[in-house]
T-cell receptor, first 117, second 111 residues
Framework: GAVVSQHPSRVICKSGTSVKIECRSLDFQATTMFWYRQFPKKSLMLMATSNEGSKATYEQGVEKDKFLINHASLTLSTLTVTSAHPEDSSFYIC?????????????FGPGTRLTVL | EDKVVQSPLSLVVHEGDTVTLNCSYEVTNFRSLLWYKQEKKAPTFLFMLTSSGIEKKSGRLSSILDKKELSSILNITATQTGDSAIYLCAHGSGNTGKLIFGQGTTLQVKP
């Protein structure tokens, strides 16, 4: 199957700083990528849909000014957590939709563990 | 608002047992129902069920979609410790492609 990478895999930062997480589709072009947040032993919560060349679509309750999403190319989407606070600590996972795939085939990145001190 | 609900939330079995995981959905326009397995990192795709493909099987795993009952089950026979994971069910929207996940079922298989 297709491969999606995320960088970094783990980041620890101080409260008030901003953190950027990259999501790349390695062997296919993804016009649509998705960002999820996952708390320990909980399911994935969709945060936003990232569309190449246009503004992201945020789910209800997700602050767009807090979680900045940029989908600059067909293989790269970035999520920036601005002015991070301890409550932003979580596991962030991206996925990329393969337009050549069947139906809603999405491939997930390995996730980024964010810890805000 | 579309909703996906899984049960049970957690389950502990012994190797060799058969388990059935449940997923029910309330959506305005059903497109597809997907099952994923998540171990330590990213979810890995198991099955996709649609109106034209309501039963899938792969090895010891199988899944059935019941459109009348708005639900799906994931069966795992002869469980192994390697089956221990979180099993996620999601509804896939055809238009936007976004997935709405259920809460997940944490399965622990003891030796």
């Amino acid at each position: 199957g297709a491969v999606v990478s995320q960088h970094p895999s783990r980041v620890i930062c101080k409260s008030g700083t901003s953190v950027k997480i990259e999501c790349r589709s390695l062997d296919f072009q993804a016009t649509t990528m998705f960002w999820y947040r996952q708390f320990p032993k909980k399911s994935l919560m969709l945060m936003a849909t990232s569309n190449e060349g246009s503004k992201a679509t945020y789910e209800q309750g997700v602050e767009k000014d807090k979680f900045l999403i940029n989908h600059a190319s067909l293989t790269l989407s970035t999520l920036t957590v601005t002015s991070a606070h301890p409550e932003d600590s979580s596991f962030y996972i991206c996925s990329a939709r393969d337009p050549a795939g069947v139906g809603n085939t999405q491939y997930f990145g390995p996730g980024t563990r964010l810890t805000v001190l | 608002e579309d909703k996906v609900v899984q049960s049970p939330l957690s389950l502990v079995v012994h190797e060799g047992d058969t388990v059935t995981l449940n997923c029910s959905y309330e959506v305005t326009n059903f497109r597809s129902l997907l099952w994923y397995k998540q171990e330590k990192k990213a979810p890995t795709f198991l099955f996709m069920l649609t109106s034209s493909g309501i039963e899938k099987k792969s090895g010891r795993l199988s899944s059935i979609l019941d459109k009348k009952e708005l639900s799906s089950i994931l069966n795992i026979t002869a469980t192994q410790t390697g089956d221990s994971a979180i099993y996620l069910c999601a509804h896939g929207s055809g238009n936007t492609g976004k997935l709405i996940f259920g809460q997940g079922t944490t399965l622990q298989v003891k030796p």
